[in-house]
Structure formats: C-alpha cells, structure tokens
Nanobody
Framework: QVQLVESGGGLVQQAGGSLRLSCAASGRTFSNYNMGWFRQAPGKEREFVAAISWSGRNTYYADSVEGRFSISRDNAKNTVYLQMNSLRPEDTAVYYC?????????????????WGQGTQVTVSS
C-alpha cells in the first residue's frame, strides 16, 4: 500500500498567480513508482495534468498546462510537487496525485494504483 496526502491548494484571488502543490507518500518505496497529477472540476470528468517517471528524468504534461505547470519529485523526501504558474480560472479543480507501479499510459487514470484525497485549487477571475 502507498498512502498519498496532497497539500498546498487554496484560493488564488487573481488570475496569473501561482501555487505549489505537494504530495507526500508513505508506505512502500516511493522511488519505485511513477507519479501523476490529475484534476477534476465540478461537473467535469477527471483529467490528466502531469506525470513524472520514477527517476524524475521524464516528465509529461497535458497541452492545457504545458509551459505553465512543472512537475518534480524528491525521492529522498518521498514527495512529488506540482508548481503551477500563470493560473487561470479554468484551472479551478480538485487536484489529485496518484501513483502507478509500472509502465503504461501515464495519462490514463485507471492505470494508477493509489490516489490521494485531493486538494482544492480555486482561481478567481
């Protein structure tokens, strides 16, 4: 089992602001897992945001966040981060981190084995 706890969400009162989300992992060896961030806005389906390989060497982004968001990880701290810059009202959602143990489609939520409880991000216009 891997337990994931997100933090760092909140209200950004003006578009263009920044937030940094963290996801702390406990349980099995964190460095064995590829990690992803997903989000779900009210009335919408969950969507892929970003992913990072177990080593941190490979990162992937949804087109909607490319160039604005950055995913990173610190395996010594068992933590994955999502730096979000130039935030827009359409980035408002609950953000979830997730872990998967092997190769596959990093954009597909069903291929992730463990999920956090989510953290709310709200961006005012």
């Amino acid at each position: 089992q891997v337990q994931l706890v997100e933090s760092g969400g909140g209200l950004v009162q003006q578009a263009g602001g920044s937030l940094r989300l963290s996801c702390a992992a406990s349980g099995r060896t964190f460095s064995n897992y590829n990690m992803g961030w997903f989000r779900q806005a009210p009335g919408k389906e969950r969507e892929f945001v970003a992913a990072i390989s177990w080593s941190g060497r490979n990162t992937y982004y949804a087109d909607s966040v490319e160039g604005r968001f950055s995913i990173s990880r610190d395996n010594a701290k068992n933590t994955v981060y999502l730096q979000m810059n130039s935030l827009r009202p359409e980035d408002t959602a609950v953000y979830y981190c997730a872990a998967r143990g092997g190769p596959g489609d990093y954009t597909e939520g069903s291929q992730y084995h463990y999920w956090g409880q989510g953290t709310q991000v709200t961006v005012s216009s």
